[in-house]
């Protein structure tokens, strides 16, 4: 929504309503850190000195780019066209959502491997797994690490269910 609200305003030569809709959409950043915080103590959830360090920093850059950011970026003599601003802020929040996709890529991998070390089995039985193949592509991923020493385990612990 940002992407799309500041592209409209770099373009400006568009009609009022198009540049109202812009303006609207413009402000959907205000709410971007309301979630991104939350998403970012859930992503770093296991590693509390992690969290505090990227939570600082996170909150660092926004506060320091606030003071001297717009100042460059926005400056009154070119209101209220303001094309350097409209066309940065589009291009920051293509890079932001293209960073937050690559970011939940890596997520999804990590939520899928911390699974596994809590015991829990994951599958996706819309592309045709069970749990069964899941299980054995587990056992077979655990062989190769341990050169076949946890199938004793992993057979024993079925028996015991």
Not at 14 to 23: E, I, M
Not at 83 to 102: D, E, L
């Amino acid at each position: 929504m940002n992407l799309i609200g500041n592209a409209i305003l770099a373009v400006w030569d568009v009609p009022d309503s198009a540049k109202w809709v812009g303006f609207c959409f413009g402000y959907w950043s205000w709410s971007q850190s309301s979630t991104f915080y939350p998403l970012m103590n859930d992503i770093l959830r296991h590693d509390a000195n992690q969290r505090s360090i990227e939570w600082i920093l996170s909150y660092l850059f926004c506060a320091q780019s606030n003071v001297w950011l717009n100042k460059i970026m926005y400056p009154t003599t070119e209101a209220p066209k303001f094309t350097k601003g409209f066309t940065g802020a589009a291009c920051w929040s293509a890079v932001q959502g293209i960073a937050m996709m690559v970011g939940l890529v890596f997520y999804k991998r990590d939520e899928k491997r911390e699974a596994y070390d809590n015991g829990i089995v994951v599958y996706n039985s819309a592309k045709g797994e069970t749990k069964e193949s899941a299980l054995l592509q587990i056992r077979e991923k655990i062989s190769k690490e341990t050169n076949g020493e946890v199938e004793a385990i992993a057979v024993s612990s079925e028996k015991s269910k």
